[in-house]
Nanobody, 128 residues
Framework: QVQLEESGGGSVQAGGSLRLSCAHS????????MGWFRQAPGKEREAVAV????????YYADSVKGRFTISQDNAKNTLYLQMNDLKPEDTAMYYC?????????????????????WGQGTQVTVSS
């Protein structure tokens, strides 16, 4: 079992920054592949940023490259998503997810974590 709890969402104006946190615990094997997803009303869920912890390899969606940074603090068992230069189109519910997906698929851009563990989400709203 893995437990995930997101925090750090809120409302900001365009150009602002937020840092999301995901406190995680449980079976470390099922936390080897971790990432942030988002879903806006009427849109499909998409992977925003993913990290494979052992190799510190990352994946970013094209829409957030250069603006978002995923990182983790293993001592604190916390995953972060630093979001800079936020845009109204970044408005969504952001979720933290984790599972044991192998390294190559984890950061391929195709990982969906459908069979993994999910947090409850934290809302990010960016106004223009």
């Amino acid at each position: 079992q893995v437990q995930l709890e997101e925090s750090g969402g809120g409302s900001v104006q365009a150009g602002g920054s937020l840092r999301l946190s995901c406190a995680h615990s449980g079976d470390s094997y099922h936390r080897s592949c971790m990432g942030w997803f988002r879903q806006a009303p009427g849109k499909e869920r998409e992977a925003v940023a993913v990290i494979y912890s052992d190799f510190y390899r990352t994946y970013y969606a094209d829409s957030v490259k250069g603006r978002f940074t995923i990182s983790q603090d293993n001592a604190k068992n916390t995953l972060y998503l630093q979001m800079n230069d936020l845009k109204p189109e970044d408005t969504a519910m952001y979720y933290c997810a984790a599972d044991s997906t192998a390294f190559s698929y984890c950061t391929s851009g195709h990982w969906s974590a459908d069979s993994g563990y999910w947090g409850q989400g934290t809302q990010v709203t960016v106004s223009s």
